[in-house]
């Protein structure tokens, strides 16, 4: 199951041989179960990960209230990249939204990683600006859509989560009631009827 992880990658760079097996000696590949945390919290992340099936949301714990903020879909990396770099207590928690498989990047062999092989710094780069990218979307999506507007731009990214994610995490991902998320999804549905 490693082989996706090292397609992503050779995406980006070329793996030699010797690259390609440390990888898959040393990538720990792990099937998480739905609804399991792979990070609390307030934990400092020790780990990041490459998703290679399933489905993981970032959320905040907000007043008592699970806040959605992005769901990490196949062929994606997912951290909690402040608190994994700079060792500090994560401000959210991860959670598998379905049964999901990871490869799991420890800081320790994301050290070795690096010493070894150099090339895999752009491993780390290529994490770090998927993430960047991913919170800048999130900000953007607050401050300039409406609740329909960023369901309508989840429709269009990445329409199969529809149908994958429980319908009160849609919601708080969309900063509504699982009521109004049902108003929204008529209205679009109406919409294309006429």
């Given at each position: 199951?490693?082989?996706?992880?090292?397609?992503?990658?050779?995406?980006?760079?070329?793996?030699?041989?010797?690259?390609?097996?440390?990888?898959?000696?040393?990538?720990?590949?792990?099937?998480?179960?739905?609804?399991?945390?792979?990070?609390?919290?307030?934990?400092?992340?020790?780990?990041?990960y490459?998703?290679?099936?399933?489905?993981?949301?970032m959320?905040?714990?907000?007043?008592?209230?699970?806040?959605?903020?992005?769901?990490?879909?196949?062929?994606?990396?997912?951290?909690?990249?402040?608190?994994?770099?700079?060792?500090?207590?994560?401000?959210?928690?991860?959670q598998?939204v379905?049964?999901?498989?990871?490869?799991?990047?420890?800081?320790?062999?994301?050290?070795?990683?690096?010493?070894?092989?150099?090339?895999?710094?752009?491993?780390?780069?290529?994490?770090?600006?998927?993430?960047?990218?991913?919170?800048?979307?999130?900000?953007?999506?607050?401050?300039?859509?409406?609740?329909?507007q960023?369901?309508?731009?989840?429709?269009?990214?990445?329409?199969q989560?529809?149908?994958?994610?429980?319908?009160?995490q849609l919601?708080?991902y969309?900063?509504?009631?699982?009521?109004?998320?049902?108003?929204i999804?008529?209205?679009?549905?109406?919409?294309?009827?006429?």
């Amino acid at each position: 199951m490693i082989s996706q992880l090292i397609t992503y990658l050779e995406r980006y760079i070329t793996l030699d041989s010797e690259e390609k097996q440390f990888l898959q000696s040393h990538i720990l590949v792990k099937p998480i179960k739905k609804n399991q945390l792979l990070l609390w919290e307030g934990e400092v992340s020790s780990e990041f990960y490459f998703i290679i099936e399933g489905c993981i949301r970032m959320f905040y714990w907000v007043e008592g209230e699970e806040k959605t903020a992005f769901f990490y879909t196949e062929n994606e990396f997912v951290s909690s990249y402040e608190s994994f770099t700079k060792h500090i207590p994560a401000r959210h928690s991860l959670q598998a939204v379905e049964d999901t498989t990871v490869a799991i990047i420890s800081s320790e062999q994301a050290q070795a990683m690096l010493l070894k092989y150099p090339k895999f710094e752009f491993l780390a780069r290529v994490a770090m600006e998927q993430e960047l990218s991913v919170y800048q979307d999130i900000i953007a999506s607050f401050i300039t859509q409406n609740a329909e507007q960023r369901y309508q731009a989840l429709s269009k990214s990445k329409p199969q989560l529809l149908q994958r994610i429980p319908q009160y995490q849609l919601a708080t991902y969309l900063g509504v009631s699982p009521e109004t998320l049902s108003r929204i999804r008529k209205r679009i549905s109406n919409k294309k009827l006429s």
